[in-house]
C-alpha cells in the first residue's frame, strides 16, 4: 500500500486532470489536438487509477495488462473514430 501522502498527490492529479478537460470540453473547438489531449488523459487517468487505486500494480503480471489495455485502447478507439467516423459507422452497423 502506498503511503498516504502519495495516494493524496495522485487523486490531486486526477482532480486536476478531470477539471482540465471539462475546461477544454466547455471551452474548446473540437479538434484532432483536443481528441489527443483527451485521449491521453483518459489514458493516464485510467492507468493510475488501476496501479494505484485498485492496487494492481503488485498484481499477477496478466491481469494487469489486461486492465491497462482496456485504458490504451479506448483512448486509441476514440481517436479512430475522430479520425474516421464513417468507416466507424459502416463497421458498426447492422446492414
Same mark, same amino acid.
Given at each position: 500500500?502506498?503511503?498516504?501522502?502519495?495516494?493524496?498527490?495522485?487523486?490531486?492529479?486526477? #482532480?486536476? /486532470?478531470?477539471?482540465?478537460?471539462?475546461? &477544454?470540453?466547455?471551452?474548446?473547438?473540437?479538434?484532432?489536438? %483536443? +481528441?489527443?489531449?483527451?485521449?491521453?488523459?483518459?489514458?493516464?487517468?485510467?492507468?493510475?487509477?488501476?496501479?494505484?487505486? #485498485?492496487? /494492481?500494480?503488485?498484481?499477477?503480471?496478466? &491481469?494487469?495488462?489486461?486492465?491497462?489495455?482496456?485504458?490504451? %485502447? +479506448?483512448?486509441?478507439?476514440?481517436?479512430?473514430?475522430?479520425?474516421?467516423?464513417?468507416?466507424?459507422?459502416?463497421?458498426?452497423?447492422?446492414?
Amino acid at each position: 500500500m502506498f503511503a498516504n501522502k502519495s495516494i493524496d498527490f495522485i487523486w490531486t492529479q486526477l #482532480m486536476l /486532470l478531470t477539471l482540465l478537460s471539462a475546461f &477544454i470540453a466547455e471551452t474548446a473547438d473540437t479538434g484532432l489536438a %483536443v +481528441i489527443i489531449i483527451v485521449a491521453v488523459t483518459i489514458g493516464y487517468k485510467g492507468r493510475m487509477i488501476v496501479d494505484h487505486f #485498485m492496487e /494492481l500494480i503488485n498484481a499477477n503480471r496478466y &491481469i494487469r495488462i489486461s486492465m491497462r489495455l482496456y485504458f490504451y %485502447v +479506448i483512448p486509441l478507439m476514440i481517436v479512430l473514430a475522430y479520425l474516421f467516423p464513417e468507416a466507424i459507422v459502416r463497421m458498426t452497423t447492422l446492414q
